[in-house]
């Protein structure tokens, strides 16, 4: 059938574009000059909270997405990002994330020893929050030493965090910790909504905290009592397996409220420090984590492995360490914890 008149001309032929479209695609991308900083609050379902000019006084809340120009690279909590587009933090506004600044230290977990697949739990913190229960739920010393070692690979500081005191005494597993030398401070759930909290606070003031713990020890109470302002979901220990429920589904930062007596609108005052609640856990794999890296934590171990064979596991017959802690150098406490935190990469809790 004739689809054109008699007076057909070019303009009114259809030309069908390619596969790849009509104009050819270029490799040159916007360099987004104008893009402003911010830090990632939270992450949920491809939605990212992004708090921009942050630490002053015009600071606001902005929705995000991942931009296109970023492929498969993943935005966590804590990362400080470059964002575009509708900055105002208006209901219903959307910028774009076009770029993830590098990051200063990145704490990394695995499902387990055979899961292959490393997660990226939080980015850019200074110091890592190990929240124990001294009782109901018991303590797990084998996870502990875990998020340890996960703490010591990250360059993070460790601070053990143990609460419930008032149901058991502390003092038999800060004896089992003293040769590491980790601050720890103790809590009790009679006194969180008082002296307690500016307690734990005292660790936290101008730094970035993750709080990490297995379920039902109480970290999201402690961080309740910590940001009074926000308020998270909290459950109960089950009576009968001695476990706890996950009520905390994603990692969110908060900002510590000030110290007392601090003027508004000063530094202290705008940045005074931040907690990163996360997800409770039941298991806490290492398998993406190097043993040769946990000596770095141990400055006075270190010197001694010069004369160690390749490869060394330092928990093997030829180590060097024996000889430089017999001579003296270091003390066989600390050397016990080296290797107690290396046997518990490989060792399953239970063991």
Request: glycine share 8%; proline share 7%; with cysteine.
């Amino acid at each position: 059938m004739r689809r054109y008149g008699k007076d057909a001309d070019e303009d009114d032929i259809r030309n069908r574009p390619g596969r790849k479209g009509s104009r050819p695609r270029t490799r040159i991308r916007p360099k987004h000059e104008d893009a402003a900083d911010a830090m990632i609050l939270t992450v949920d379902r491809g939605r990212l909270t992004c708090l921009v000019d942050a630490g002053t006084k015009s600071e606001r809340e902005v929705m995000a997405m991942k931009s296109r120009e970023l492929g498969r690279k993943g935005v966590v909590v804590g990362d400080i990002v470059n964002v575009v587009g509708d900055l105002s933090g208006e209901p219903d506004t959307l910028a774009r994330i076009v770029r993830v600044e590098e990051r200063t230290s990145v704490l990394r977990r695995t499902a387990d020893d055979d899961d292959p697949f490393e997660r990226i739990v939080v980015a850019n913190a200074q110091q890592l929050a190990i929240v124990t229960a001294l009782a109901d739920p018991e303590p797990r010393p084998r996870l502990i030493d875990r998020c340890l070692v996960a703490a010591y690979d990250a360059g993070m500081e460790p601070l053990l965090v143990l609460t419930k005191s008032d149901l058991a005494s502390a003092e038999p597993l800060l004896e089992a910790y003293a040769p590491l030398g980790i601050k720890y401070v103790v809590t009790r759930r009679d006194d969180l909504e008082t002296e307690g909290a500016e307690a734990v606070r005292e660790h936290l003031r101008g730094q970035a905290t993750v709080f990490i713990g297995h379920s039902g020890v109480g970290k999201t109470t402690l961080v309740n009592a910590l940001v009074p302002l926000h308020q998270r979901s909290t459950g109960i220990v089950n009576a009968v397996t001695g476990r706890g429920r996950h009520t905390t589904v994603s990692a969110l930062a908060l900002r510590l409220p000030p110290p007392p007596g601090v003027k508004p609108g000063s530094k202290k005052a705008l940045d005074p420090g931040w907690v990163i609640d996360t997800p409770g856990f039941r298991s806490f794999g290492l398998s993406h984590i190097e043993p040769s890296r946990v000596i770095h934590a141990f400055p006075d171990l270190e010197p001694g492995t010069v004369d160690c064979p390749r490869a060394c596991s330092h928990d093997e017959q030829d180590c060097a360490l024996d000889a430089w802690v017999a001579d003296g150098h270091a003390e066989q406490a600390r050397l016990y914890s080296l290797r107690r935190l290396l046997s518990s990469k490989e060792a399953r809790e239970g063991d």
